[in-house]
């Protein structure tokens, strides 16, 4: 059973992902079949990241009611539901009521999921179910590219697509009863309420209770950071490869690609090493290797080599660091707060997904797009400082409870 439910996890993480490309695949051919404005894209993408928001900010009271399965079974339905109304939409109005449902899926399942596998299972498994994502996401233009092609339009792609949320969505349903046989959930026990951060009980944990975690705060931060730089990095790299180093764009195109390469294979890389290392290093490992390939990436050199491995070392840097701060979030801020503690997560994810690359193409479009580098070399140094003042304050922690063991213990071994 153990294995069963495993394989539809990965096979959900797949799926999640090919929604992911769809509109900025489709959108060139979209936007003058519905005779609106390119930037009407932002309209759709805002409303989604809206939903996203929303849902993750509400799913630890959700989930602790209704069940990670439950959750993840519906939230996909929602998903699938919104995917096969875009491909039935035929004017634009109509995509952007779509989008609401899609966004409010899209954001509950993923504070599930990602909640019930950093509980259940180890770190290696986070890593490659996220390069299982990126799988999905990669795959999502060449449905596009081929539906268009064969003359489907883009409806045919979002059509496939909204099918395999619909198979995906009915296994998940199937699958119900093996969520709490594989791992079933367990009592309260004096160790869990000892964990950083927890009240030792089983109540719901309010929004505010959950911000007010010591180190909540810094963890959001870098996880902002994080998100914002991978946005960025995906939406403007092409134009900075065009303007600033005369890249054709057909190639800065191709290029550009060698972020989401780079992602995707390192994370399954890191997933062969992460039970060893541990999340700690790989959240610091991947920030330095990200600032090294922002570094080699603003080098002012004639040759492209020294960019375009910048680029591939960029991917490789920020892959472990999502599925390493997810899978840590037990750890520090216990398993009973991890649930509300990682909607807060994915709310300041695509907070900084959202709020990121326009604030990057408002600033290119005063100063000149040179300003690429600087501003993805800030977010890594501000994930960077955050995330190791939380490994501060969480050594800190473990200390003053290993000083009030020995404390506690002095007596009784006085006493005997």
């Not at 690609?257 to 959240?283: E, K, N, P, Q």
């Not at 193409?361 to 800030?378: C, K």
């Amino acid at each position: 059973m153990y294995s069963l439910l495993l394989a539809i996890i990965y096979f959900a993480f797949v799926s999640l992902g090919l929604p992911d490309s769809l509109l900025g695949a489709g959108w060139p051919v979209m936007h003058r079949d519905l005779d609106v404005p390119i930037a009407f894209a932002g309209l759709v993408a805002m409303i989604i990241a809206g939903g996203t928001i929303l849902s993750s900010l509400a799913s630890e009271r959700v989930t602790r009611r209704f069940g990670a399965g439950a959750v993840t079974a519906v939230s996909v339905g929602m998903t699938a539901a919104a995917l096969l109304g875009f491909s039935a939409s035929g004017s634009f109005w109509m995509l952007c009521v779509w989008a609401i449902p899609y966004g409010l899926g899209a954001g509950a399942v993923d504070a599930a999921l990602n909640n019930y596998v950093a509980v259940h299972y180890a770190a290696r498994h986070m890593n490659w179910l996220h390069a299982c994502w990126g799988l999905g996401a990669a795959a999502s233009p060449f449905i596009m590219s081929y539906a268009l092609a064969a003359e489907h339009g883009w409806s045919g792609a979002y059509l496939a697509v909204g099918v395999v949320q619909v198979v995906l969505s009915v296994a998940l349903l199937i699958s119900l009863p093996l969520w709490g046989r594989v791992n079933p959930t367990k009592p309260d026990s004096a160790e869990e309420a000892a964990a950083p951060g927890e009240s030792g009980t089983g109540r719901h944990v309010r929004l505010v209770e959950a911000i007010r975690i010591p180190g909540v705060g810094l963890i959001l931060t870098a996880f902002f950071a994080y998100c914002a730089l991978e946005s960025t990095a995906i939406l403007w790299t092409s134009s900075y490869l065009v303007t600033d180093r005369g890249i054709d764009p057909a190639t800065a195109a191709a290029f550009a690609s060698l972020f989401l390469l780079g992602i995707t294979a390192g994370r399954f890389l890191a997933g062969f090493v992460a039970d060893r290392v541990g999340d700690t290093v790989m959240i610091r490992g991947g920030f330095i290797a990200a600032g090294a390939g922002v570094l080699l990436l603003a080098l002012p050199l004639e040759a492209d080599a020294p960019a375009l491995a910048g680029l591939a070392l960029l991917g490789l840097g920020c892959a472990p660091i999502y599925p390493a701060i997810i899978h840590s979030t037990p750890v520090n801020f216990g398993r009973r707060n991890s649930q509300a503690v990682i909607g807060i997560q994915m709310a300041a994810a695509y907070t900084g997904s959202t709020l990121a690359p326009p604030l990057l193409g408002a600033l290119a479009d005063g100063a000149g797009m040179w300003v690429f580098p600087p501003f993805l070399a800030g977010l890594v140094i501000l994930g960077l400082v955050m995330s190791e003042m939380l490994n501060a304050r969480v050594r800190r922690g473990l200390a003053s409870s290993s000083e009030l063991d020995a404390t506690t213990d002095a007596p009784h071994d006085a006493a005997r």
